[in-house]
C-alpha cells in the first residue's frame, strides 16, 4: 500500500534564505508520481511541483525545486529565497501508476518571518 | 478559463436537511474529484468520476451521493449528514493521470448542526 510521511508539523524560515521540507514515501509499484501541493488559509490547494519515478532529472519550477532521491524514497521540496507569501501547509502527495488516486502526506505549516 | 469553482463558499446545514454542492470547470478536464479536509489534516479522497463515469468510491456512506451531470460538472448530493462530516469539502480536476497535477477550487467549508 501506498504511504506517505511528513515528519515536520511545522517549520520557520527567515525570509530570502532558503528551506528543505521532508517528505518520505513508501511504494511497491515501480511507477509513481509525486506531488507538492500549497495551501494558504484561504483553503484552495495549490500545484507546486511534480515528479515522476522515472525521471532522470529533479523537478525545478521557478523557486520550488525538488530534491528526488529514489533508492532512498524521499521527495524534498526546496523553496528559494522565501517570501511572506509563502507561509502556509504544504503537502506531499503521490499517485501510484496510472490510477487515479493520489493519497496526501500529513503536511508542514511553514511559517516565513519577516 | 483555468478555474475549478465551487459553489457555495459556506454551508451550515440540519441533520436532517438535503443539500448539494457544486464543482465547474471549463478546462476540457476528463477527470473530477471529491475530496475532504478535516481541520489540520490531509485531504481525503471521496470519489473520482473518469470521463464522467464513477471510477473510484473510497467506501463513502450513502448519505454522500456524487453526481457528473456531464464533462464540466460534479455535484455532490447531500443528505441526513452528521456532525462529524462537517469538514471543508475540496472538488479537483484532471486532464488525465500523466504529469499534470491536480486543479483544486476552494472548497465549500460545511457546518452540520
Known amino acids: 500500500a501506498q504511504k506517505i510521511t511528513q515528519t515536520q508539523p511545522g517549520m520557520f524560515v527567515q525570509e530570502k534564505e532558503a528551506v528543505t521540507l521532508d517528505c518520505t514515501y513508501d511504494?511497491?509499484?515501480?511507477?509513481?508520481?509525486l506531488f507538492w501541493y500549497k495551501q494558504p488559509s484561504s483553503g484552495e490547494m495549490i500545484f507546486l511541483i511534480y515528479q515522476g519515478s522515472y525521471d532522470q532529472q529533479n523537478a525545478t519550477e521557478g523557486r520550488y525545486s525538488l530534491n528526488f532521491q529514489k533508492a532512498r524514497k524521499s521527495a524534498n521540496l526546496v523553496i528559494s529565497a522565501s517570501q511572506l507569501g509563502d507561509s502556509a501547509m504544504y503537502f506531499c502527495a503521490m499517485r501510484e501508476g496510472g490510477g487515479f488516486k493520489t493519497i496526501f502526506g500529513a503536511g508542514t505549516r511553514l511559517f516565513v518571518k519577516a | 478559463d483555468t478555474e475549478v469553482t465551487q459553489t457555495p463558499k459556506h454551508l451550515v446545514m440540519g441533520m436532517t436537511n438535503k443539500k448539494s454542492l457544486k464543482c465547474e470547470q471549463h478546462?476540457?478536464?476528463?477527470?473530477m474529484y471529491w475530496y475532504k479536509q478535516k481541520a489540520k489534516k490531509p485531504p481525503e479522497l471521496m470519489f473520482v468520476y473518469s470521463y464522467e463515469k464513477l471510477s473510484i468510491n473510497e467506501s463513502v456512506p450513502s448519505r454522500f451521493s456524487p453526481e457528473c451531470p456531464n464533462s464540466s460538472l460534479l455535484n455532490l448530493h447531500l443528505h441526513a449528514l452528521q456532525p462529524e462530516d462537517s469538514a471543508l469539502y475540496l472538488c479537483?480536476?484532471?486532464?488525465?493521470?500523466?504529469?499534470?497535477?491536480?486543479?483544486f477550487g476552494s472548497g465549500t467549508r460545511l457546518t452540520v448542526v
Open positions: 479537483a480536476s484532471s486532464l488525465g493521470v500523466g504529469r499534470d497535477g491536480y486543479t
Open positions: 478546462m476540457g478536464h476528463r477527470a
Open positions: 511504494t511497491s509499484d515501480p511507477s509513481y508520481g
